[in-house]
């Protein structure tokens, strides 16, 4: 009973099928854009069907679907990738820790890093790139300049 309604009303199941998808698409946060350009596909076949234009059949639609989808995705591709912006995201090292200063347990070298314990957390402590020193001696106060994971980048106070 549903299929007839549906195979006598293909033009209605298409819209309502990219309705739908388009739905998911905003409801999963996908953003590969599978559901978005088939919804997309699939709203022009339900638009196409009602104008006219194609047989209500499912081998039309299913073919309009295709040929819909990949001829939107091929349009809507290069503006929607250029959205997106071509820059790469840059690191943000900013954190709480940066400033913080505390004492070197052991001697940190550029080739050979040091361990620290903090909050209860053993982190690397490396010497940050932007300065020419090439060794602290264990002792001395140091001061966290950027955080990556696990990893206090440092310079000496």
């Known amino acids: 009973m549903i299929m007839t309604y549906i195979t006598n009303h293909q033009a209605e199941f298409w ?3 990219g309705f739908v998808l388009l739905a998911a698409e905003v409801l999963t946060g996908f953003t590969i854009g599978v559901f978005l350009f088939s919804g997309l596909g699939a709203i ?3 638009l196409l069907m009602t104008a006219g234009l194609l047989a209500e059949t499912w081998l039309v639609g299913i073919a309009s ?3 819909c989808s990949g001829l939107i995705t091929a349009i809507l591709w290069k ?3 250029k959205l997106q912006g071509d820059k ?3 690191k943000d090292n900013s954190s709480d820790l940066v400033g913080h200063v505390f004492t070197l347990n052991q001697t940190v070298t ?3 890093p040091g361990l620290t314990s903090y909050s209860g957390i053993s982190w ?3 010497l940050d790139e932007s300065i020419d020193v090439t060794s602290v001696e264990a002792g001395q106060q140091v001061s966290v300049s950027s955080v ?7 310079k000496p106070v």
């Open 148 to 154: 990556e994971v696990g990893t206090f980048k440092v």
């Open 15 to 17: 819209l309502i099928l």
């Open 79 to 81: 503006p929607l990738k």
């Open 124 to 126: 690397k402590v490396v």
């Open 44 to 46: 022009a076949t339900g």
């Open 65 to 67: 679907l295709g040929i």
């Open 110 to 112: 550029r080739q050979q």
């Open 88 to 90: 790469p995201i840059e």
